[in-house]
């Protein structure tokens, strides 16, 4: 018997995902993303994401369709993201979902944006073997997860007390005069660094932050040392060595994350590390998380880029499992929840 | 004929279900904040109270604005979703129009239609005393549309809420989904394009230069 074929809708920030699932095979991953429209402003601006999502939803299903070759009377049951995530952009993709579920007449599931990174994952390299330890990271989230159950049971170890590293790549790209996003662009200019040149600070690493904030990050000191040295610098009549910034802040951020991710699973004995979120495409952070984690014993999950950064088959791959464990559809009447905790896996 | 009409442009969440000839069933919820988790839920009681399936529908009408994004988005998002899936057409309608369609009965001359736009300014479109639309939709302070248009009867909630400087308000506060379905029946509602009627653009501002960190 084949599994159910499940459809995921993504809304949360500024990528508008339909994504078709059985089990955990991907069929069909359609994102449309308004980036562009956000660059010139140099982060997401709310607004412009929502106006977009409205405006792609339906031609993104229809994508996801044709990239699977189903109809939609093939589709067994819809998953949406029910947060958390940009209030108003949330609300585009559950309003669109609970229309699809009641035009199809099958059951919805509203699921958690969070626990469905580490979803993903199953459709890269199979089934999870739970406990696992997720770190996730992109431009609006930095948190690293406890996962006993994908479908039942998450918890939150630790995240971010200010801005997600995303950002802070973006902030500190604007900086010294590259491009947003600052992900890619601080990875090129870094390539030509030399990332022991500046030493960063390590937020939450000291003896004290390390007892009270064990599993949580912080980068808007890190952003602020690092327009710290730029200005004293150009005050100086230096010139600003671009690459060894690029390359001291990205060894800062990646040095961090991984240390704290690492040391949660050997404190939770736990041997499966998950890495997902946009900014998991940062090479550097990549090649460290898979270094430390062999040194430490742990097995390194990762997808493919396209199923770590925002999209719907993410959303179908937690609604799979969700309707595997034979859970019931949510209530017709919920609604979006922007700051929907981690541990309400399924609404 | 079987026409599901909705409307979310205001603090309203108003749907119907109409055959053509009358309303088979109707439903009005006013919660500015929970259009998302009310919409839906109403549009299948909606249809459970008509005695139709969602196969039975025939047409869809929706109120495409002016109004507060979010809630807007809410209406359309789902109407579109709806009239694709469905194979249905999807009508739209000016939200204030769906207004004037029942104040013309109260005004008895010509009139606006005035909703909340917050930041002290009303959505708005001026109505002559047959409810034919002869100005706006548009998006302005309150007291720069009593200036241009004189006191002249209100309907819509932005009157109630700034009856400072609207004196005249007549009924009714919100769009009626029966209404909607009625003027797209009988085709004396002007239909367009199911797209939102925003007015406004994005607040959004420029990265301004950079602050210096140092003392």
Known sequence: MTAPLILGIETSCDETGVGLVRGTTLLANAVASSVDEHVRFGGVVPEVASRAHLEAVVPTLHRALDEAQVGLDDVDAVAVTAGPGLAGALMVGVSAAKALAVALDKPLYGVNHLVGHVAAEQLENGPLTEPVVALLVSGGHTEILQVDDVATAAELLGQTIDDAAGEAFDKVARLIGLKYPGGPHI???????????????????????????????????????????????????????VGDVAAGFQEAVADVLTAKAVLACQERGISTMVLAGGVAANARLRELTQQRCEAAGIELRQPRFSLCTDNGAMIAALGAAVVERGLPPSRFEFGSDSSLPVTEVLI | MLLLALDTATPAVTVAVHDGKRVQAESTTVDPRRHTELLMPQVTAALSDAGAARTDLTEIAVGVGPGPFTGLRVGLAAARMLGD?????????????????????????????????????????????????????????????????????????????????????????????????????DGTLDVVAPDPLYLRRPDAALPSARKSVLA
């Open chain 1, 187 to 241: 990875q090129r200019a870094a390539a030509d660094g030399d990332p022991s040149a500046i030493r960063f600070p390590r937020g939450l690493t000291g003896q004290r932050d390390m007892a009270r904030h064990r599993y949580d990050f912080s980068f808007s000191g890190l952003k602020t040392a690092v327009a710290r040295w730029v200005e004293t610098a150009e005050r100086a009549g230096d010139p600003v060595p």
């Open chain 2, 85 to 185: 899936v469905l194979g249905l057409p999807v009508r739209g309608v000016c939200s204030l129009d769906i207004i004037a369609r029942s104040a013309r009965h109260y005004a008895g001359s010509p009139f606006l239609v005035a909703t909340d736009a917050r930041r002290r300014e009303v959505y708005w479109a001026g109505y002559d005393a047959s409810g034919a639309r002869t100005a706006g939709p548009d998006v302005g302070a309150a007291a720069d549309v009593v200036a241009e248009h004189g006191d002249l009867p209100v309907a819509g909630l932005g009157g109630t809420r700034y009856a400072d400087v609207f004196a005249r308000l007549i009924t009714p506060e919100y769009p009626s989904a029966a209404e909607l379905a009625a003027g797209v029946a």
